[in-house]
Every structure is written in structure tokens, then in C-alpha cells.
């Protein structure tokens, strides 16, 4: 990947060192700081807008999901029914 296909240059392009267990920690602390962001009402990182090459791909956001969803023992209707009484975010709404 060259300097200008980097999603983030503030990222390292090669993560494929890190151990299962490296990868697990930065997973749930990035999970958990995103969570604690969005109940707070901070903006998310994710504004409109943004290119193909800021993102990860549906198949790539979908093996992460599913792998969270798995290991948290969340099942996909869980999910929709979240989705569907609102999140954080719209809960934490003023009255």
C-alpha cells in the first residue's frame, strides 16, 4: 500500500505483526472509547462524506461485527431490535 492509498497516515499500514492478543486489546479499547464518545455526545469519527479510502469495506466491517457479536454473545436480533429503540447517542437526548 503506498503513502497516498493509507486509509490514516496517524495509523501504522502494517498491523499484521501484532499478536491475537495485541489485536484483542486495541480492538476492545478502540470499541470502548468509541462507546464512551458517543454516550458523552461527542461526534463520531465517521461524518458524511467520507472516500472509499477512509473506510473499511462492508465485508471487512461485517467480519468485525460478527466476530463481536459472536464473542459477546449478542445475536443479530439483539442488534436490530438496539437499532430500532434508538442508541446512546438518541437516548441521551434532551426531553
Given at each position: 500500500?503506498?503513502?497516498?492509498?493509507?486509509?490514516?497516515?496517524?495509523?501504522?499500514?502494517?498491523?499484521?505483526?501484532?499478536?491475537?492478543e495485541?489485536?484483542?486489546?486495541?480492538?476492545?479499547?478502540v470499541?470502548?472509547?468509541?462507546?464512551?464518545?458517543?454516550?458523552?455526545?461527542?461526534?463520531?469519527?465517521?461524518?458524511?462524506?467520507?472516500?472509499?479510502?477512509?473506510?473499511?469495506?462492508?465485508?471487512?466491517?461485517?467480519?468485525?461485527?460478527?466476530?463481536?457479536?459472536?464473542?459477546?454473545?449478542?445475536?443479530?436480533?439483539?442488534?436490530?431490535?438496539?437499532?430500532?429503540?434508538?442508541?446512546?447517542?438518541s437516548?441521551?437526548?434532551?426531553?
Amino acid at each position: 500500500m503506498s503513502a497516498e492509498e493509507q486509509p490514516n497516515p496517524a495509523v501504522p499500514a502494517d498491523l499484521g505483526g501484532l499478536s491475537d492478543e495485541q489485536l484483542q486489546g486495541l480492538l476492545v479499547a478502540v470499541v470502548k472509547t468509541y462507546a464512551e464518545r458517543a454516550a458523552d455526545g461527542l461526534a463520531g469519527p465517521f461524518p458524511p462524506g467520507l472516500t472509499d479510502l477512509q473506510l473499511p469495506t462492508p465485508t471487512e466491517v461485517l467480519v468485525v461485527i460478527s466476530d463481536l457479536l459472536r464473542a459477546t454473545d449478542i445475536e443479530l436480533f439483539e442488534l436490530g431490535m438496539w437499532q430500532t429503540w434508538g442508541s446512546v447517542r438518541s437516548s441521551e437526548a434532551p426531553a
